[in-house]
């Protein structure tokens, strides 16, 4: 029996963020049993009466697989812009039919980190963000990777996500990759336990590892110092693994029986 006890929000807010290592098989391709899973689950929670916005990785990956074929060899900066740019048309256009079938219209969000400064462009995204949400347009957030290089990008979307909650005014982040969560040590260690909950102000920093998965830019590291910030503007986050059957919908009905890790605010 678990301690805490959650109390069951209906008509949420809730900011989604699924990771390239969640899209993306182990030879890189884009995964769509995987992809039209979640859109399931993301139709299930809207039939709850929650509000999502969805905050999808997965551009960059998908395009490369799509590109194979390509020989010569490419800087760093061209192969993000052109994996982007076709991985991205890909990504779209398989949510964009996917969620058809729910009835569910989608409107792409390409943004970059410009767009959350104080400036015109912030005021403009939030409008269209506010305006999709009134009329029940789901919308799907990637960065602009094809724009945003080098110090102009967002440290990765983990870091989008959390400004993407904030702005929207969501009432939760859950950030999904494919580990459960944040483990006491490595999570492939028997002695390790997963953490359950995170109180305002605690430290993770002893626990968490400095590797990273091979297909996304973000870590552990960068997902808890994302999810310590977001919590401490009020919006509680949940980290949780998008590879298990169902999460999202177990994550809103039976949150203490699932395993995640949950940043109170
Ligand atoms: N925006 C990148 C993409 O869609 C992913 C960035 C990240 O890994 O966090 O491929």
New binding site residues.
């Given amino acids: 029996m678990s301690f805490h006890t959650h109390i069951l929000l209906l008509n949420m807010r809730i900011t989604i963020k699924i990771?390239?290592n969640v899209l993306t098989r182990q030879d890189g391709s884009l995964d769509v049993t995987r992809m039209s899973a979640l859109v399931d689950q993301i139709a299930d929670l809207r039939s709850m009466g929650h509000e999502i916005i969805l905050v999808?990785?997965?551009?960059?990956?998908s395009g490369r697989s799509e590109l194979k074929h390509i020989q010569h060899d490419l800087d760093s900066v061209d192969q993000r812009q052109l994996f982007?740019a076709v991985?991205?048309a890909k990504l779209i256009n398989r949510y964009f039919e996917m969620f058809r079938e729910y009835g569910i219209s989608v409107g792409q969000v390409l943004t970059t980190k410009e767009n959350f400064a104080d400036s015109e462009h912030r005021k403009n995204q939030e409008n269209c963000l506010r305006v999709m949400l009134e009329n029940g347009v789901l919308p799907i957030v990637?960065?602009n990777?094809t724009v945003s290089v080098t110090e102009l990008m967002f440290t990765?979307?983990?870091e989008l996500s959390g400004l993407m909650a904030r702005m929207t005014q969501s009432q939760m982040l859950i950030i999904l990759s494919n580990i459960d969560g944040i483990y006491t040590g490595k999570p492939t260690d028997p002695d390790s336990r997963l953490i359950s909950i995170v109180k305002p102000g605690k430290d993770l920093s002893d626990y968490i590892q400095p590797s990273k998965s091979s297909?996304?830019?973000?870590g552990m590291q960068s997902k808890s110092s994302v999810a310590t910030r977001t919590a401490a503007a009020g919006i509680s986050v949940v980290i949780a693994n998008g590879k298990r059957d169902n999460i999202l919908v177990k994550l809103m009905n039976d949150r203490d029986n699932t395993p995640c890790t949950e940043f109170l605010c």
């Fill in positions: 990771g390239s999808s990785s997965g551009a960059v990956a982007s991985g991205q990637n960065e990777d990765d979307n983990d297909a996304g830019r973000g």
